[in-house]
């Protein structure tokens, strides 16, 4: 058989790592190919005796003066000369009258890719094609004008390879971003006037909850819970802003021992138009040691639960407010104050405590979760992780269907 140019054909096999390492950016031009043209006057019977030697080659290039004239594949070689019509008219003729016929039926209309396409979009093209040649070899073109085939099998590899790597990187990501989430909540308070103790389950690596406390000055504690819509990344990120704002008082006209005030606020800088179509809600309040009265506000946001003159009786605090992200400039949040008792218990959440599918295949509400910690508290449990669990207990499948935050605050 005649040959225009031969080079040893490199495989990788399931154990090999490529050299250099593979990154989203690698190009084809990194993975082995193989360069094996003939002349379009070689013989059909030749070609057969080289694919019957070389049982690993994909396909082969059919060239004249070093110009690429098509490629004929494994597949569509055998597939036209497998019946005995196909042998006799053939394999006694010249390879370009089988990539003429094969052309007809556009078998062998493989497209041709550069050298620098990067090995995902190759991958990705490739998967495309009509899905008889899904599976087919491609073809790359070098800087010289050289050509050279790559065997799918490679090419997917490879992608394999990287998306195993940008998966490990994301998961990094994800993992400090998780810890810097984390880092960002306050402490629990186990002495003082107020004690807290809390809970924060994100649904996956990373939620759209936050909530933090601090004393605005000696008399007034001030705490919020708020819920960006979705999860992950982004809602992590606006959650994170938000609290970061708060907290170093960068947002015009904020007034921080004023809750209706904080939401205005809010719902003026954080416009889901400017901010990728998120909105959140929001529940917070400002506690006074001396007065012991409690002003909050809410915006979407489920009530809190208040326990404040037995165990067996709660005070739902909400005030109706909807969600932060519409930008209306003259949407108001109404306030209200309730007196807060000694050893009086609050609970602040998300909704994602309450969503979850119980075992008679119902999708929880409020009420259920309202129930379950007075039942809960009735029989000594309190504390915001204890209760996650007994939440869980309910479950179908022992999880919670969102990100959930749970603040318990006990005043004395």
Known sequence: ?????????????????????????????????????????????????????TPSAPGILICKNRH??????????????????????????????????????????????????????????????????????????????????????????????????????????LGDACDYVTSRLPFPISEGPVEIDWAYIPHGSLGGDCFDYRWIDEDNFAFFVIDVSGHGIKPALLAVTVLNMLSLQKIEELDLLSPATVLIALNKKFRMKDHGKLFFTMWYGVWNKKTRNLTYSTAGHPPGILYNYSAAFSDHLETGGVVIGTGMDNLTYNEKTIEINHRADLYIFSDGIFEYTNKSRRKAEFEDWDKLLRESRLIGIKDSYNLVEQVKTVSADHELDDDCSLLHLTFH
């Open 1 to 53: 058989m005649e040959l225009l140019e031969e080079e040893e054909e490199r495989r990788i096999s399931g154990s090999s790592i490529f050299r250099p390492k593979l990154n989203r950016l690698s190009e084809i031009s990194m993975l082995p190919a193989i360069y094996y043209c003939v002349q379009p006057s070689a013989m059909t019977v030749e070609v057969l005796e080289y694919f019957d030697h």
């Open 68 to 173: 690429m004239l098509g490629m004929i594949t494994r597949r569509a070689f055998f597939e036209h000369i497998s019946t005995g019509y196909g042998r006799a008219i053939f394999l006694s003729r010249s390879i370009i009258m089988l990539l003429d016929a094969i052309s007809e039926k556009e078998d062998c209309c493989q497209p041709v890719y550069d050298s620098t396409t990067t090995i995902i979009e190759a991958a990705h093209r490739a998967l495309s094609r009509a899905a008889k040649n899904t599976f087919e070899p491609i073809v790359a073109c070098n800087e010289d004008g050289s050509h050279g085939i790559i065997d799918i099998n490679v090419l997917l590899k490879a992608q394999g390879e990287i998306l195993k790597s940008v998966n490990s990187e994301v998961d990094k990501m």
